[in-house]
């Protein structure tokens, strides 16, 4: 590996990354002119553990959103990854690594269930980008839906928009808000275990529904 990529993968340098980007985010947050829609949707749920979800591509602003109920967030173990998890740990949010790959995918798979296992235990919140790692964008992968079965947990989705923003290139086409806009955050409402099934229609129900709602502000 060139000392270059070495050094982008280092610890130290997506600490420092993770540092800037949180940074970046609470700047956004502040200088942003907020609405929330559903406010009041995790209230009944303090204390209480449930499944996060939200698209890849609007990962940005999700910990501005939800301070009050950091969870721990299910990642990959790549670099950028490490970059998510880094980055969440400036607003309270934990890990909990999946496996990518066949490679140890039986034991790395084990162990991130016993981890969410033991975060239901504790009354946490558990966060899952259902697209990600890879996509494809907002289609329902992995095994969200398995898992809010396996725990019987409600999902509750979130999304946010924005009137200032870049859209990068990439498959998720990632959101990256910039400051001195308005924007939207909508958390909806729970889904049941039983209903888990309806997760990626109500997730782009209600992301569509911000990208429509925030031309208004």
């Known amino acids: 590996m060139k000392l270059s990529k070495r050094i982008l993968k280092s610890r130290t340098f997506i600490g420092f990354a993770a540092s800037l980007i949180a940074a970046y985010i ?16 995790l209230k009944d749920f303090a204390g209480k ?30 670099s950028d990854g490490e970059l998510i998890t880094q980055t969440m740990k400036h607003f309270g949010f934990g ?17 991130a269930i016993k981890e969410m296992i033991q975060a239901k ?7 899952i980008t ?9 289609k329902v992968g992995g095994n969200v839906v398995e898992i809010a079965k396996m725990l019987d947990l409600p999902i509750i ?16 086409s990632l ?3 910039k400051p001195f806009g308005k924007g939207i955050f909508i958390i909806g409402e729970p889904i ?26």
Not at 121 to 127: E, L
Not at 192 to 217: C, F, G, H, Q, Y
């Open 130 to 138: 259902p697209d990600g790692p890879k996509g494809p964008p907002r």
């Open 192 to 217: 049941l275990p039983a209903n888990a099934d309806e997760l990626e229609s109500r997730m782009n129900a209600i992301t569509d529904e911000a990208d429509l709602a925030v031309k208004t502000l």
């Open 26 to 41: 609470r700047f956004v947050g502040i200088t942003t002119r907020w609405k929330v829609i559903n406010k009041d949707g």
């Open 49 to 78: 553990p449930f499944i996060l979800t939200f698209w890849h591509g609007r990962l940005m602003m999700i910990p501005y959103c939800c301070p009050k109920y950091p969870a721990k967030v299910l990642n990959s173990p790549s």
């Open 121 to 127: 235990k504790d009354n946490q919140p558990i966060a």
């Open 157 to 172: 989705p979130v999304t946010f928009s924005t009137t200032h923003a870049k859209i990068t290139k990439g498959w998720d």
């Open 95 to 111: 890990a909990i690594r999946a496996t990518s790959g066949s490679k140890g995918k039986a034991k790395g798979g084990m162990k």
């Open 175 to 177: 959101i990256i808000a």
